[in-house]
């Protein structure tokens, strides 16, 4: 699913956004501060950003510049005034789109869309699906890494392994045995009760409350599913 980043401080405005674009499929963040805004924009991974230009603290035109100098991401700006729109034009701050307040949602949505498309195009040529996201959670396959809420995790090995398996099956339910199989092979050592281990290991890791695990959920009578 893609990760949408909307820093408006407006809360009513970023709200009905949210609403709208996690009805049309995208999984939305909001940050209602620059500061705050500018972090998330950084550190974790979005596909777009919906970046409004009159913010408290940092505003959007410095919050655009700095995301610039490290991400490609797409970034739409908001602003209520036109004079505004031409400003960020004449600065070249590389801002993909802008749009002028009020807009209408089913326009903003189309905007969105059409950008992640266009930036699919662009980056599927170049980069791998080296990169799984499941709500809070990033993979970074290529470093093993895991990042909640972006901050790196500790993770064994096998704790990886185990998590990147179900992350890349998401929605099935898996028997113990199965999944011993896969992340130890039958002939090492170790019995099933080592999944169990290992799962109550990565629930306490990658769950806001481990337990009533969000993500990992026990199957009474089958064994784990890994939920998307
Ligand atoms: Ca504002």
């Known amino acids: 699913m893609k990760r949408i980043l909307i820093i408006e401080d407006e809360t009513v405005i970023a709200e009905v956004e949210k609403d709208y674009l996690e009805a049309s499929g995208y999984e939305v963040e909001v940050a209602e501060s620059g500061v705050t805004g500018l972090q998330k924009a950084i550190n974790e991974q979005y596909d777009l950003i ?120 998401p929605n099935r339910a898996f028997t113990k045995s199965e999944l011993f199989e896969k992340i130890w092979g039958m002939d090492s050592l170790g019995d099933l009760a080592t999944v169990t281990v290992y799962i109550s290991k990565l629930r306490e890791k990658i769950e806001p409350n481990p337990s009533k695990p969000q993500y990992i959920e026990t199957i009474w009578g089958v064994g784990y599913r890994f939920n998307l």
């Open 50 to 169: 919906i970046l409004d230009l009159m913010l408290p603290g940092v505003d959007g035109f410095e919050i655009c510049k700095q995301v610039r100098r490290v991400k490609n991401v797409p970034i739409l700006m908001v602003s209520a005034k036109k004079e505004d729109i031409d400003k960020i034009r004449g600065l070249g701050l590389g801002a993909d789109d802008y749009v002028i307040k009020p807009f209408s949602l089913g326009e903003l949505v189309a905007r969105v869309k059409a950008h992640l498309t266009r930036y699919d195009r662009l980056t599927n040529q170049a980069r791998p699906a080296d990169e799984l996201h499941i709500r809070g959670i990033r993979i970074d396959r290529r470093a093993r890494k895991v990042f909640v809420g972006g901050e790196e995790l500790s993770l064994t090995s096998k704790e990886y392994d185990l998590l990147l398996f179900m992350a890349l099956h």
